[in-house]
C-alpha cells in the first residue's frame, strides 16, 4: 500500500469518515459542471427536495454541444439549446458561477479550470467527465464521476469512495525533436494497456515530465483514463507555481498565493514516499506515436510496423483483427502514408496555446491538402483570443484551416462538428473508438497537434520529423 | 425515488445475454449523440445502436436484436468492459433496456461505480468461466441464472462458480446502501468541519448551518 505520495497526503486531508460500506466519504473541493451530465443529477436532486450544498465551490461551463461556428441563440440544434437552457436554469437557481459564451471565459471544462487558476495544488476536484483526471497536472486529485455521484457532490459536496493504488511512472531522459507529451502518454498507454490503471492513480514523474510545461502535463494527465487510471497527476513544483501565479485567481492577490504556497509544498510526495509498483520508461527512445486502431491503447511509433494480431497477448489478438479490418489497415505496414480527409485540432488534450503555436509553426507557408478538411477547434475562447492576439488564426486561414469557437466539438460528435461516412481523421484528441467522431464508420488516428498539421499539409500520416528536413534542405 | 434507504441486492436471478468482446466502450454502449437529453428516460432503445442498427435502420446481427434474449436481465461481458467516458448513460440505457446485474471478467471502475450507484451489480469472473457463461447462454437462452452477491458465485445449469464481487459494492449492495446521498447528507456538520480545515476554502464558501 502506498504511503506518503500526493495521492495519500491529498487523500487523507479531504477524508471525512468511512461509510458502513467501507467506502471513504471525501470531501470534494472543486466540482466542475457542464450541460451534458449534470441536468439529470439537478433533476434528481427535486424530486428529492435538495440544494446545492456548496454552489460557491461549483463551477459550470458549456462544452460538448456548443456548436463552434455559429453560437447565436437559440442553437440550430433544438436539442442543444434545450440543453443549454437547462444548465442556464439550474445554475441561476442554484446560485452556481457559469462561464457562457457571452462570458469570454467559456471553453472545454479542463481548459478553463487551469487557465483562470480555478484548479489549485491539492484539491479534489470533480466533474462528470472522465477527462477530468487532466487536473491532476497541478498536482490535484482529480477524477470523473457518473450523474448519480454527480448528484451527491450536488446534494452533499462529498463522493463515496475506494482508496486506490499508486502506481509511479518515471519518464526518464529528454525527448527528441518532433516528439511531445501525447507521445509520452499514447506511449504508457500502449505500454501498460488501456486497462493497466485500473485500481490505481498515476503519479507521472522523471525527467522527460518535469521539464514539461503545464500544458504538456495536462495532456498526459488527461490520457490517464485511456489507461484505465481515472486519476493521474504530476507533482506539483515551480512550474506549476509560475503558471498559477498568473492566473485570475492569484494575480491581484500574491499574499494568498504565498499562504497556499505553502499548502501546495506540503502536498508533495515525499522523498521516501511507498508506491504500490513503480514503472520505468525512457523518453528519449519515444518517437511520434500514431494510432493504427480503434482504442488509444492502439500506438505505434511512427516508423514501425502494425502488429500482426498474433503477435499480441492472447486477450488482445480479436480487438486487433476487428480494429485492423475497420481501419482498413495491415500487419507489418506502417501508418506512414495512411490517406487521411479530415484534419482535427482540438479536445481537452490538445487544444491550449503551445498546441496551436506548435502546430501553427509546421503550418506555416504550407497550404492543407485538396483532399483535407483542417479545423481548429481552440479549448476556450481565452485561448483562442490569445492565439488570435499572436496572429495564429491567419497563419491557419491562410493555410486553409476553418478558424472556429471554442468547444469539444469533433472529438465525440455532439454538434454538428463530425465525420461523415468512412472518412479518415487525423485527431489530436483522445479517444479513437469506433463512432466516436459521430460517423460510424468513421477512422480516428490519434497524434499530436504537430503530426496533425503534418497531416493535414501532406493529406496522409506523415513523420512531422521529415517534414521539417525538407524545409531546412 | 426517495430519500431513504435503497433497495437490498442480494441476488439477481433470470436469464442471460452475452456481448463478446475486450475494451468494449461506453461510446459504443450508447453513442454521444443520443445523450442530447435532460433526463435518461428512453434511452433504453439505443444501448448498443450502432452495433445494433446499419445506416438504413435495418437491424445487424447482435444479441440485443435477437429474439430470444429479448427477456434477458443478465449480461455477460468480457475484460475491461464499459471503459472510456464516464457517461451514466450507458448503465442507464443497459437498466432500462432491461439488465439488473452484468457479470464479466472486468470493469473499467467509472462504469462500475455507475451500476453501482443504479444498483446493478457488476460482479467479475475468471476470461474461462466468463467464455463458459457466454457460451451456456448462447445454448440455454431460457435457462435460469443466479446471480448470489452476497455469497459471491453465480449458478447456471448444473454450475456454480465463484466470483468476486468488490467489498464495498457487496456491502452496499447487501445492506441496501448504494444509494450514497441521504447517507453522507446526515453528515453535513462533519463535512462542513472537514470544508473549514482546508486552506484553501473560505469561509463563505462553506453553507451556514442549517435544520434539515
Known sequence: MSNGTLYDNVWDKHAVTELPTGQTQLFIGLHLIHEVTSPQAFGMLRERGLEVAYPKRTHATVDHIVPTADQSRPYGDSAAEEMMSELEQNVRDSGIVFDDPTTGNQGIVHVIGPEQGITQPGMTIVCGDSHTSTHGAFGALAFGIGTSQIRDVLATGTVAMEKQKV??????????????????????????????????????????????????????????????????????????????????????????????????????????????????????????????????????????????????????????????????????????????????????????????????????????????????????????????????????????????????????????????????????????????????????????????????????????????????? | ?????????????????????????????????FMKVVTFDGLGEFAFFDQRFDDEDNQKEHPFNEPQFQNANILVVNNNFGCGSSREHAPQALMRWGIDAVVGESFAEIFAGNCLALGIPTVTVSQEDAEALQAFVDENPDAEIDVDVAAETVTYGDKTVDVTVDDAQRKALVEGVWDTTALMKANANAVREKAKSLPYIQDHEVPAVKDD
Open chain 1, 167 to 473: 502506481r509511479k511512472i518515471e519518464v526518464t531522459g529528454e525527448l527528441s525533436a518532433g516528439v511531445t507529451a501525447k507521445d509520452i502518454i499514447l506511449t504508457i498507454i500502449r505500454k501498460l494497456g488501456t486497462d493497466g490503471g485500473v485500481g490505481h492513480v498515476y503519479e507521472y514523474a522523471g525527467s522527460a515530465i518535469e521539464s514539461l510545461g503545464m500544458e504538456g502535463r495536462m495532456s498526459i494527465c488527461n490520457m490517464s483514463i485511456e489507461g484505465g487510471a481515472r486519476a493521474g497527476y504530476v507533482n506539483p513544483d515551480e512550474t506549476t507555481y509560475e503558471w498559477l501565479k498568473n492566473t485570475d485567481a492569484f494575480k491581484d492577490n500574491p499574499e494568498r498565493f504565498e499562504t497556499l504556497k505553502t499548502y501546495w509544498e506540503s502536498i508533495r510526495s515525499d522523498e521516501d514516499a511507498e508506491y504500490d509498483d513503480v514503472v520505468t520508461i525512457d523518453g528519449s527512445a519515444i518517437e511520434p506515436v500514431v494510432t493504427w486502431g480503434t482504442t488509444p491503447g492502439q500506438g505505434i511509433g511512427i516508423s514501425e510496423p502494425i502488429p500482426e494480431p498474433e503477435s499480441l497477448s492472447p486477450e488482445k489478438q480479436e480487438t486487433a483483427r476487428r480494429a485492423q479490418k475497420h481501419m482498413r489497415v495491415k500487419p507489418g505496414e506502417t501508418m506512414e502514408g495512411y490517406n487521411i480527409d479530415v484534419a482535427f485540432l482540438g479536445s481537452c488534450t490538445n487544444a491550449r496555446l503551445p498546441d496551436l503555436r506548435a502546430a501553427a509553426e509546421i503550418i506555416k507557408g504550407r497550404e492543407v491538402d485538396p483532399s483535407v478538411r483542417a479545423m481548429v477547434v481552440p479549448g476556450s475562447q481565452r485561448v483562442k483570443a490569445a492565439a488570435e492576439a499572436e496572429g495564429l488564426d491567419e497563419i491557419f486561414r491562410e493555410a486553409g484551416f476553418d478558424w472556429r469557437g471554442a468547444g469539444c466539438s469533433m472529438c465525440l460528435g455532439m454538434n454538428e462538428d463530425q465525420l461523415e461516412g468512412d472518412e479518415a481523421c487525423a485527431s489530436s484528441s483522445n479517444r479513437n473508438f469506433v463512432g466516436r467522431q459521430g460517423s460510424k464508420d468513421g477512422r480516428t488516428i490519434l497524434m499530436s497537434p504537430l503530426m496533425v498539421a503534418a497531416a493535414a499539409v501532406t493529406g496522409e500520416v506523415t513523420d512531422v520529423r521529415e517534414l521539417e528536413e525538407v524545409v531546412s534542405a
Open chain 2, 1 to 33: 425515488m426517495s430519500d431513504g434507504p435503497a433497495d437490498i441486492v442480494e441476488y439477481v436471478s433470470g436469464t442471460g445475454i452475452p456481448v463478446r468482446g475486450n475494451d468494449i466502450d461506453t461510446d459504443q454502449i450508447i453513442p454521444a449523440r
